[in-house]
């Protein structure tokens, strides 16, 4: 499991919040330009590292792909934003859903496969060799038992581009406490999670802190 640090950061000012807007940024064949209200941020995974998820968008359909997300934040806790949270993607099925949602990727590999029992050796969904360090956790969920953690760096950036967004967009400071289905997620206001909608989804994987964001979320108290 991820091993927590003692986050002391309740009253961060949002002012500190370091987005790159410039460094993976996306087409406007790659997303819909239509400024929508937002009701909820959706979080998920990219299942590869070194931003190849981005690569694959550009190539994808000629580079007119719109399976797209506005965020992406690296292992080491960098934000990056491929278009304004003002508009919408194709990232589920249902429009309405995409047009109120804002959605986060975190890199992350997902779920993986032991090939070499006696090295403790895995391999990705991609068919990639898991070379990363940090503990794997061992789970049984949803069909699949190894999962690749997530840093302490990334709930921080999750924590502070959540608190940012809901106040931007006027979604309500509380999130989903599980990565379970939910009943009616497509009506949720609030900060959910894309294997909240669908068993098939396995984003995020048992090795994030549901919780710890919750409690931060829904605990913020401003000093002056």
Not at 70 to 75: Q, R
Not at 124 to 151: D, E, F, L
Request: hydrophobic fraction near 30%; aromatic fraction near 14%; charge should be positive.
């Amino acid at each position: 499991m991820v091993t927590l640090i003692n986050y002391t950061l309740r009253n961060v000012k949002m002012t500190n919040l370091k987005i790159n807007k410039s460094g993976f940024k996306l087409k406007k064949c790659n997303f819909i330009k239509e400024a929508t209200s937002k009701d909820r941020i959706v979080i998920g995974n990219t299942y590869s590292t070194d931003m190849n998820h981005f690569i694959g968008w550009e190539l994808r359909f000629g580079g007119a792909y719109k399976k797209t997300s506005m965020f992406t934040i690296k292992l080491d806790g960098t934000i990056y934003q491929h278009f304004s949270p003002n508009y919408y993607s194709e990232v589920f099925e249902n429009r309405r859903i995409n047009e109120t949602s804002i959605t986060i990727l975190l890199e992350n590999e997902g779920w993986l496969e032991l090939y070499n029992d006696e090295k403790n050796e895995y391999i990705t969904s991609m068919g990639y060799i898991y070379n990363r360090n940090g503990s794997v956790i061992h789970k049984k969920w949803r069909n699949k038992t190894y999962w690749a953690p997530y840093s302490e760096e990334q709930l921080e950036s999750v924590y502070r581009l959540c608190e940012k967004l809901c106040s931007e967009f006027n979604i309500p400071l509380k999130a989903i406490s599980h990565n379970t289905n939910i009943e009616n997620p497509n009506k949720y206001h609030g900060v959910v999670y894309k294997s909240n909608f669908n068993k098939h989804h396995t984003d995020v994987n048992p090795n994030w802190d549901c919780n710890w964001i919750k409690s931060k979320l829904e605990n913020i108290d401003y000093e002056n």
